[in-house]
Each structure stands twice: as C-alpha cells, then as structure tokens.
C-alpha cells in the first residue's frame, strides 16, 4: 500500500476502515456492491465490466482500464482495494462537493438537509441510519423530479417499497445505477456510512447540473421578457407615428386646395367645413401627437434601465420628424383660413359690383332706347323753318345729354373691367353686355354727327328758334341727370366694417339732404320756364303742337323724379340706422370676445410658467411633485368651459364677418395654439417625473441625492427657463464635486462633446475616443450634441446598476447547451418556456463554426444582439 500511501488523511481513512471491517463485517458486503457498481460505472466508458472485485482487477487488465481515468495500481487485497476506491470516491465524487463555504462529507451532508427540509418524517442527520427508511432517497427525487415519484403516497413504516422506488427511478430516469440492494440497508442495525456517501454524492452530481440549467433559463426568461416588452412599445409607436403621419399627409393637401367657389354660399360652405376639422377633427390628433411623444420618452427610459440600445424610429418617423410635419400641417390651415377669408371678402365685393354694373347698364340701356331711331329719322326733310331750328335746338340737348350720359358708360366700362380682374364666374355675359353698350355708344356718337351736319347744312333756312324751350331743355337735362344721380346714390348699396365707416356715409348723406333747397329752387326756376313759355303760347297762340321740340323732359317728369328723390332719401335714412345698429352689435361682439381673450391669454402664459416652477421645486418626494401636478393638471382640464365659451364668441364674430378687433392683441388662434402648448406642457411635465421615478427606483438613486442634483441645477437656472447654458451647466457639475478644467469653453449654450469628455476624465475615467464616442451614443440618442439633466442622471446612476449584460447571457446559453459552442433547438425547448423558445430559434442565426452540426444555433450572436454590441 505503499505507492498510494499518499497523505496522513488517506492513512487515517485506511485505519477507519481496518476498525470499521472488524467492527461489523456487513458493512464490507454493502460496501464491496457499492464499490463494485461505482467501478462498473467507469469501466462501461471501456465497454467492459466486473463481477469480484477482489479477483477482477488481480490480472491488472481492468484495474488499467478504470486508472486510465483515475491513476494508481493496487494489488488483490480486498481491503486494500475497497480502501483504494474509498479514496478514489473521495477525491472524485465527494472531495470537490461545496455547499456554502463547506465541502466534502459537511458540504454534501448540508446540501442533503436543505433539499429535505420540507418534506415530513425525513431528518438527515448522517450517512447511516438517517437513509433506513428510504425516504430521504425519496425526498431528494422528489424536490428535483416530482413528476417521478408521488411522495405523498410514501409511509414511513414501509422502508423497502420507498428505497426499492427510489432506486430503480434513479436508475431508470436520472441515469444513476443501481449501487445498494434494499435488503441490505434494512437488514442492518447501521447502513455503512461510505456506501451511503457513494451513492447520495452520484445525486448530487445529477441535480446539481439540472439547478445551474434551471438558473440559467430564468436569466434568459427574464431577458428576453424584457426584450419583447420593449419590441412591443416598438411596433406601438412605429404604428402610431405611421397613422399620424398619413393623416397629417391627407389633410395637407385638403388644406392647400385653392380652388374658388363662385358663389357666397358655397365659401361659407367651406368655412363651416374648416371650422369642423378645427372643432372636431383636429383636437384628438393633438392628444394622440402629445401621447406620441410621452410613449416615445417612456420607451428611451425604459431601454436605457434594461441596458438596452436607444430606439431609432423608421426613417421619418422621428419625432423631429412628426413635429415638422405638423409644422407644415399648421402652416398649411394658417393659409387656407387667410384664403377663406379674403375669399369670402372678394365674393363679396364681386355680389357687390355685379348689382351695380347691372344697375347702372339698366339704367343707360334705357336712356339709350329708340334713340338711334330718333336720331336716323328724316323730319328735318319736310320740316318748316321753326320746326328746323327746333330740331337742330332739340339736337344740341341731345349733346348735353349725350355727354353727361358719357360718364355713367366710363362708370360701366370701370366696373365690368374690376370684375374681370377679380376673376367673377359670370365675366362673359358681363362683357358681352358691356361690349353691347360700347358698340351702341360708338353708334350713337356717330349717329349724332351725321345728324348734327345735316341740321347745320339746313340751318341756314331756319330762322325761328324758340329760346325759352332752349334753355328750358338746357336747364331740365343737367338737372334731369342730377336727379337720376342722385337716385342712383340713395338706391346704391353699401359695405362698411367700422363705425367710423357708417358715420361717413351718414356725414355725406346728410350733406346732400342740405343741398336740396338749392335743388328745390332751381326745380322751381326750371318749372317757372316752362309756365313763361306757356303763357307765350297762350298769348300768342303759338302753335307748338303741345310738346317741347328741344327735349322730352317735361315737367311731370321733373316733379315726378323730384317726388321719388324726396321718398328715396327717409329710405336712405333708415338703411343708415340699421347699418349703425348693425356696427354697434359688431363693436359689442368685439369688446365681449376681447374681455374674456385678455383674461384668458394671460392666465394660460402664467400657467405655463407655475408648471415650470412646480417641475423644479424642492419640496416632498417626486411622488409628492407627481401628485401636485396631477392636480394642477386637473385644474387645467377644469378651465376647458372657458376656453370653449371663447369658441362660441369667436364662431358669432366670424358668422358677423368681422375680420378684426382692435381691443385685443389675442386671436383665437392665439389661445388655441396656447391651450393645446399648455395642456402638451403639462402632459409632457408629469412623464419626465414619471421618467425620474423610473430612473431612480431602477438606479438606486436616493431622494436626497435626486434633491442635491435638482437644487443645484435650480440654482444655476437663473432665467428660470429650465435649462441651462454652457457656463451654468460647468458651474452646476462643479457645485457636485466634478473637477472640471478651467479651459476656454465654447459659448453654445449646452455641454457639447469634447466639455463633456474633459468632465468625465475629470472625475476618474479613462476615457479612449471609441469609448467616449459609446458613452456619448447613451446619453444623446438623438445626435444634438448636447447632455440634458435626466441624460446625466442616467449615466452617473449606470454604474453602480445591477443590470443584466451580454457577457452574462452569453454565459447562461452555454449552460444550457452543455459548454458547447452553439446551442440545439431541442435543448432549448427543453429549458425555456414555448413562447421564448420559439422567440429564440427564430432569431438565431445558424452556427457556422467548425464544431457544426446540423440545426446548430449561434447563441453568441443572438446574445450581443440583444444590447447593440457587435463583439464581446
């Protein structure tokens, strides 16, 4: 025994065995069978086995084969030989056995009382008599298989049916063969401790690997949980952006739409329908964008907790993105509103300027009626004397009233050219008709000229001329015509916005009632003519055939246009009154709309500006700031009545067509884009708490640090914008005990790249250019170039975060795949849970290695995948 002789413990072990041998010479039964399996279950690698143990391994052969995995020779002596394997279990099966800082026989006998520890009627105390009963066999199994065996069906009283059972399961299912008979634990007062020992530590060895396997499935579990979660926020926003953005991209265009309508009521149609997209269309797309963005904040916090590469939405479908879209959304409504309105305003004008084109080519295509004919009449042919100098008398009125009637045309020719510059739908008929009346006119100053001629070649035989019925025809056409003028100003329709545009018209209205006297009198003096020439005739017995030869004015004429003047002007009276009446409700709809937008469009700017104030505040927890501005939130959402009866007192100003007020500098606009930046200010204020809750509890950061860093960012934040520029934010990280370089900064207003890296190597890293470009690739996703207060946070909490990393799932995976190098489909089935098993297999690439098999799957690249790293 010489040559394995090797220590004073094994000698020691020896000398047990020697007293244990004399002591009870079954134990040397039980532990030649336990021994003998033991060497069966080596020598089975070498395809062979054996029966004596003392005589099979005396020709050395098989004793060879079993040291080819152990070493050392013995010689035939069965104490020796059992000795020699005792020490063989020891060092092999039982030495390296650790169980919380013990080993051996204490670390094997400890993990055996913690694994039976809940189970009834087991007490593992030693290796002998605690294992009589066979359930302590039965209990092991159990805790590790319990689909293996029903323990509760197991009675105490009953040893041989629990150790029979728990034998033949751990050889038929747990690849553990079969080292003691049931009879022979029973059969004895005291088991022997070694054979005990032997065939408990071939447990241990089964389960222990099925614990490290179990472990390691929960870590992956847990990661790839979390990897889901996350792929899910993922699908969420890109789904949302996706449908915000196609319907920001369809109600442009309705927007940019500029095509005119040709009548008042179909613009005032499209008004309505733009103001139902304002109303009801456009307010939830608001929310969803502001939802857009606390899901995005939430989803960048939570990958950054789970040590996760930032989320880069799809191209343009950032949210830099989305905000310019709704930028060009806006500017687009801004447009198409001015266009409504300046549309509704020329609509207006065109009604206006049609009436009075009609009104006015009446009036001349009645004046000019029959007057060709008159004017190519042959009278003068076979007219007497008087008759001539009459015609040509009568011709020379004509002129006058030609001429004066030369302005009412320049009139229609003014407007029906206004018309077509502002595009009226019915231009066409406006010039053909105007074209009509040039035409005509052209033929009526030629009419008159040949005329006139033929009169002055004739004049010469006339004599007689009549110069009371002259001047009566000069006096009664000029004043014919202001009369006909001036019905023409008392029936013109009119546009005003103002009062002051009302009170001029009424100014000049009643400056013409004050030359009515002066009108009246020369009505007189027209009419006191004719009475002269009346009583000429009388006296005289002038034949005149009963008409003036020189016009057709008359005097019915004349007081009959005086007497429509006279009813035309309390008409014109009235009309002004309404009109006032109407101005005054407009100023009072102006003043109403103004009291409310000057108390609103302050409260909203200072309510901004109490949400910053509470977002940086000292007091209480960040639950307490959460619930306070939940609260203030509420109150806002409150206000919403007011902001609405704003709405109504806007919709009744734009159904008045008022288009401006002067008693305010708010637009509806104006509190619209405030109410919607404020209720988005508030939103966005409650999910950077929520955010900073989140950082903290998953970081381990305390609320007096939390405090420290907000008290003194608040107090470098001396503008109170809730940021801060390049100095303060030196002078802020200084103020937490960072040494930062007194180097000359760029002035831009936020921490850039290279300050960034200087502040870093300042308080203890050595940073390399690919490590500082990572480190900047955590804090600024986004690429601005700049680092915000919760990007700060976030990386000085990193380090000390228990977060899970490759490294460690790489690690876990070759646990499960048995230390190879690449991983099976089946052995991940068989230690994940279905769902991420699938998960898994669909994602890993297959294993090219020179290790191959076929179905191989490659766990190490799927790992680094996992946290954006593209090596370990």
């Not at 080596?42 to 080819?68: P, W, Y």
């Not at 060092?91 to 800082?101: G, H, K, L, P």
Request: with cysteine; net charge negative; hydrophobic share 35%.
């Amino acid at each position: 025994m010489d040559h394995y002789d090797g220590d004073n413990d094994y000698m020691q072990q020896e000398d047990d065995w020697d007293r244990d041998l004399l002591l009870d010479p079954a134990w040397e039964k039980q532990q030649r069978k336990t021994f003998t399996a033991w060497c069966n279950s080596h020598l089975r690698k070498a395809g062979t086995q054996i029966e004596n143990i003392e005589e099979d391994f005396r020709d050395g052969l098989k004793l060879m084969l079993l040291l080819e995995v152990i070493s050392e020779i013995v010689d035939g002596n069965a104490k020796m030989t059992l000795g020699m394997i005792w020490t063989i279990i020891l060092r092999f099966a039982i030495q390296d056995i650790s169980v919380e800082e013990t080993s051996a026989k204490e670390g094997l006998l400890l993990w055996c009382q913690r694994k039976t520890a809940p189970y009834k009627n087991v007490n593992i105390q030693n290796f002998h008599i605690s294992w009589k009963d066979g359930l302590g066999f039965c209990a092991l199994i159990h805790r590790h298989r319990p689909e293996l065996i029903d323990y509760a069906k197991l009675r105490k009283d009953d040893p041989m049916t629990n150790l029979n059972t728990a034998f033949d399961v751990a050889e038929k299912y747990l690849d553990i063969p079969k080292m003691l008979d049931a009879e022979d634990i029973v059969g004895t007062a005291r088991p022997d401790e070694k054979a005990i020992m032997t065939y408990v530590s071939s447990f241990y060895h089964a389960f222990s690997g099925a614990q490290k396997a179990e472990t390691a499935a929960n870590r992956i579990c847990k990661v790839l949980a979390v990897n889901q979660e996350n792929e899910q926020l993922m699908e969420d926003y890109e789904k949302l952006a996706s449908d915000l953005l196609e319907w920001i991209h369809r109600t442009i265009p309705w927007l940019e739409n500029r095509r005119p309508e040709n009548t008042m009521q179909a613009m005032q149609q499209k008004l309505e329908d733009f103001r139902d997209y304002r109303r009801l269309h456009k307010p939830p797309k608001v929310q969803e964008k502001c939802q857009l963005e606390i899901n995005f904040n939430t989803l960048q916090t939570k990958l950054r907790l789970s040590n996760r590469p930032a989320f880069m939405p799809s191209e343009g479908q950032m949210v830099l993105d989305i905000n310019n879209a709704w930028a060009n959304l806006e500017g687009a409504e801004k447009g198409y509103e001015e266009w409504l309105l300046n549309e509704i305003r020329r609509l207006e004008r065109l009604d206006h300027l049609a009436e009075k084109f009609c009104q006015k080519a009446t009036i001349h295509e009645c004046w000019t009626e029959g007057q060709e004919d008159m004017l190519q009449r042959k009278d003068f042919e076979t007219a007497s004397l008087s008759q001539i100098k009459a015609l040509l008398k009568k011709h020379e009125a004509f002129e006058s009233d030609l001429a004066a009637h030369q302005d009412r045309v320049e009139q229609i020719m003014a407007i029906s050219q206004e018309l077509n510059e502002l595009d009226y739908y019915d231009s066409p008929s406006v010039n053909a008709r105007c074209q009509r009346i040039c035409e005509q006119w052209d033929s009526l100053g030629a009419l008159t000229k040949k005329r006139s001629d033929s009169l002055e070649r004739t004049e010469k035989l006339l004599e007689t001329i009549d110069q009371l019925y002259l001047e009566f025809a000069k006096r009664a056409a000029p004043f014919n015509n202001w009369m006909e003028g001036a019905m023409e100003d008392l029936q013109d329709s009119f546009i005003v916005h103002t009062i002051e545009e009302i009170q001029g018209l009424s100014t000049a209205h009643e400056q013409f009632k004050a030359t009515l006297p002066e009108a009246d009198k020369e009505r007189q003096a027209i009419l006191g003519i004719h009475n002269e020439i009346a009583k000429i005739v009388q006296t005289y017995h002038v034949n005149m055939a009963g008409t003036n030869p020189y016009t057709t004015i008359n005097p019915q004429e004349i007081n009959g246009k005086w007497d429509k003047v006279r009813q035309l002007v309390p008409q014109r009276d009235q009309a002004l009154i309404e009109e006032h009446a109407r101005q005054q409700n407009n100023e009072r709809l102006r003043r109403q709309f103004a009291n409310q937008a000057n108390i609103i469009g302050p409260w909203i700017q200072n309510k901004m500006s109490e949400i910053g104030y509470i977002s940086m505040e000292m007091h209480g927890t960040l639950e307490d700031q959460l619930t306070h501005l939940r609260q203030y939130e509420k109150s806002i959402i409150n206000y919403k009545p007011k902001i609405d009866q704003l709405e109504g007192d806007h919709q009744l100003i734009q159904a008045a067509l008022i288009f401006d007020n002067q008693h305010t500098n708010y637009t509806m606009e104006h509190i619209r884009v405030g109410w919607e930046q404020l209720l988005t200010t508030i939103a966005r204020t409650i999910n950077e708490i929520e955010n900073q809750i989140l950082t903290r509890d998953a970081k381990g950061i305390s609320q007096e640090q939390l405090n420290e860093f907000r008290a003194s960012f608040n107090h470098f934040d001396r503008d109170h914008s809730g940021t801060l520029g390049a100095e303060e934010f030196k002078a802020c990280l200084i103020s937490l005990g960072f040494d930062i370089a007194n180097d000359a900064q760029k002035r831009t207003g936020a921490m850039d790249a290279d300050d960034f890296k200087s502040c870093l190597i300042s308080i203890g890293y050595n940073l390399g250019e690919s490590e500082f470009a990572r480190i900047m690739s955590v804090v600024d996703p986004n690429r601005m170039g700049i680092v915000t207060f919760q990007a700060f946070i976030d990386f000085m909490s990193r380090e000390t975060a228990d977060t899970d990393t490759a490294e460690q799932v790489v690690s876990s995976f070759k646990v499960l795949a048995g230390d190879k190098n690449y991983i099976l489909a089946d052995e991940l089935r068989r230690e994940l849970p279905p769902d991420q098993a699938d998960y898994c297999i669909a994602r890993m690439a297959p294993y090219t290695g020179p290790d191959a098999v076929p179905g191989a799957l490659d766990y190490l690249s799927f790992s680094t995948a996992l946290y954006g790293e593209s090596d370990l």
